[in-house]
């Protein structure tokens, strides 16, 4: 018997065939995490063997994320410029070419070098995608797509590192690399079959390539949605970084779990997450955005807070299935605020910028935790962690006052943000909830800092533009 129009309409993922552009998406996504995480593992192995030295593992793991540190605050603005279908087919093909060449290459310079290629390609195409979802569902479907794409990233985390781990005791890392790059040249494929305006709803906007950098800062900074991510987020990295660093060292030794404990609270954190960001949009759709975001940052609290303070394994398990949970449906909160709270023209940067400091904050956090886990043990890291998650959660209720409870109410408040935000930025100057002095330009005007060292850059780069076109 053939399933009624009503069943298919309200089909979560049904979504997959009612908007076939985020279905190639979609799939493109899912095959190359999953490719990712599995070479991840890969690369990880790889290193250490050849090294037996903790500092190129580190140096790896550097140049995996700092190119997308570098890009978000440099860059950002050539996700909104260029053809964003374009931009993550290049990323696709430029991830392929270095996991076929790792096979080939010897050394670890070699390795973490085209580990920093690949960073510098992910560093496009995670914003460009991100910031094209929104043009790719309709506006009420916007929700479950977030949903579906991070429940897809996450089975990816879950399932790579495991497939990585049985592929490496059978075959050489090589095997994993060219999964991986198989992998990238089928998203490419995909992505390929999706046509270009599809993937953006308005014409790219830009003041000059510096000026389009402050742009992206002063936007993420003043309009509200993109601030509340900003700063929230960036709080509860914190406690991500320390709950990471610390995972290995709580289930070995302060659990005396050993090896199996430890995978098993890995698996956990998985299983919370895919959870967690496949029920978001049911809680969403019942409880609105302000008190699922605060309520997620809660329950990660208390998760890892009461991970902490148990005495076995099993029970820490439990409670971190629950913080991830509200980890996952955090994740997908975050998401919905950049994409609702920054116009297509403006999205890609503001994406860049925002991953560029959570980035950032996450290494630098990384290397306190661990640190204080040699200092103080990882159980009092862990929870120091919980505070951290209950502070994020109590940043959130306080940034997030001007969000309505009343779902209904919720968009029209964050594009009233937005735009009030944006029309600051077509005067030339941002509008700041507090007076700020300003300084008077080179023309006479005021113009903040920020917007005098975008002209003075875009004035350097004109300079050297006119002295090369003159004759020798």
């Not at 990816?156 to 049985?166: F, I, Q, R, S």
């Not at 290995?248 to 954190?269: Q, Y």
């Not at 148990?310 to 913080?323: E, R, T």
């Not at 306190?368 to 998650?389: H, M």
């Amino acid at each position: 018997m053939l399933a009624s129009p009503e069943v298919k309409s309200t089909s979560r993922l049904g979504l997959l065939r009612r908007s076939p552009s985020f279905g190639y998406l979609f799939f493109a996504t899912a095959g190359s995490s999953f490719g990712t995480y599995l070479a991840a593992i890969a690369l990880t192995v790889h290193v250490y063997d050849e090294t037996d030295s903790g500092v190129w593992v580190a140096a790896l793991l550097i140049a995996d994320f700092l190119p997308i540190v570098l890009i978000g605050l440099l860059l950002g603005p050539l996700v909104d410029r260029l053809s964003r279908r374009w931009l993550m087919i290049a990323s696709d093909l430029v991830r392929f070419g270095v996991f076929a060449a790792l096979p080939f290459v010897e050394g670890p310079t070699a390795i973490v070098a085209l580990a920093g290629v690949s960073g510098i390609a992910t560093g496009f195409f995670l914003p460009a995608a991100n910031a094209a979802i929104p043009n790719l569902v309709p506006e009420d479907e916007l929700v479950n797509a977030n949903s579906l794409w991070a429940t897809v990233e996450t089975l990816a985390w879950m399932t790579g590192p495991l497939v990585a781990g049985a592929m490496l005791t059978v075959w050489p890392p090589s095997v994993p690399y060219a999964v991986n790059a198989v992998t990238f040249l089928v998203s490419a494929a995909l992505v390929a079959r999706i046509s270009e305006n599809r993937l953006r709803s308005e014409d790219s906007l830009t003041r000059g390539h510096w000026r389009d950098v402050a742009d992206g800062l002063k936007l993420v900074v003043t309009a509200r949605p993109l601030r509340t991510v900003l700063v929230v987020w960036n709080v509860a990295l914190i406690g991500s970084a320390a709950v990471n660093v610390a995972e290995v060292v709580f289930a070995k030794d302060t659990l005396g779990a050993g090896d199996l404990g430890f995978g098993a609270l890995v698996a956990a954190s998985g299983l919370g997450l895919a959870f967690g960001s496949f029920l978001s949009a049911p809680a969403l759709g019942k409880v609105g955005l302000r008190r699922n975001y605060v309520g997620s940052l809660v329950l990660m609290g208390v998760g890892w807070g009461g991970a902490a303070l148990s005495g076995s394994i099993w029970l820490a398990v439990v409670f971190v299935v629950g913080g991830a949970a509200g980890n996952g449906a955090a994740i997908v909160c975050n998401r919905l605020l950049v994409q609702r709270g920054a116009p297509d023209q403006y999205r890609g940067r503001a994406l860049a910028t925002i991953m560029s400091s959570n980035y950032a904050v996450l290494g630098l956090a990384m290397a306190v935790a661990g640190v204080l886990t040699d200092a103080f043990g990882a159980r009092a890291v862990w929870i120091a962690a919980g505070i951290v998650y209950l502070i994020a959660a109590f940043v959130a209720l306080g940034l997030t006052r001007w969000l309505p409870v009343i779902v209904a109410e919720e968009q029209q408040a964050i594009e009233a943000s937005s735009e009030s935000a944006v029309a600051a930025l077509g005067n030339g100057r941002a509008e700041s909830p507090e007076p700020v002095e300003a300084e008077v330009g080179v023309n006479g005007a005021h113009e903040p800092p920020l917007e005098r060292i975008a002209t003075l850059l875009e004035e350097i780069e004109a300079r050297r533009a006119a002295e090369a076109r003159r004759p020798s």
